[in-house]
């Protein structure tokens, strides 16, 4: 068990039954009163993260994750198929625990997933991605200035809004958090 005033950036730990990690960590002490721990804490099964506030005595229990790298094989409707290059040990995990971060996997690629005990929590992607534009309208030349934007379908199956300027087959940089366009790539 831990304290609350443990609770320091990184820590995981149990809260309600659901494994936790602590983002970020504030310790404020008022007047004669008790102290009081001010935590960002993000829910390691759905990714919501939230503001707690806890009393300086409050206990929790710690526990360990493992991060394991995984090479993604391939999808269904279901779940998303790695193998541990090491032990050839197949393992299938929820599309719903890895939400829209599936899209950024690809076949062969080497993927960290986050484990608690035998239970996968997330995958560990790269914040910017290059991916090909399969279908767009035709770009314009001299659109380059403008701040307008345009509907495209990407490799993966995903549609974003990107520049007048983008044609069919241009590489572009994605930010995997907010799937936004960045830049086109050479």
């Avoid at 602590?22 to 960002?40: D, E, F, L, M, P």
Wanted: net charge positive; aromatic share 8%.
């Amino acid at each position: 068990m831990i304290e609350a005033t443990e609770l320091k950036n990184g820590t995981t730990f149990l809260l309600s039954g659901k494994p936790c990690k602590v983002v970020k960590y504030t310790h404020q002490k008022i007047g004669r009163g008790g102290a009081n721990v001010k935590v960002s804490i993000r829910n390691l099964t759905t990714g919501a993260l939230e503001e707690k506030t806890f009393n300086s005595s409050e206990k929790f229990e710690e526990i360990s994750t493992v991060k394991d790298k995984l090479q993604y094989l391939y999808k269904d409707d279901k779940e998303a198929y790695f193998i541990n290059p090491k032990t050839f040990e197949q393992i299938s995990i929820p599309l719903s625990t890895i939400g829209d971060d599936i899209y950024f996997c690809k076949e062969g690629e080497d993927i960290n997933v986050l484990f608690w005990g035998d239970k996968p929590l997330s995958v560990e992607i790269k914040p910017k991605v290059n991916l090909k534009v399969v279908d767009t309208v035709p770009g314009v030349k001299g659109n380059s200035a403008t701040n307008i934007y345009k509907p495209a379908v990407l490799e993966n199956g995903l549609k974003i809004k990107v520049p007048l300027f983008i044609n069919n087959g241009d590489k572009i940089r994605v930010d995997t958090r907010s799937i936004t366009y960045v830049e086109r790539v050479n």
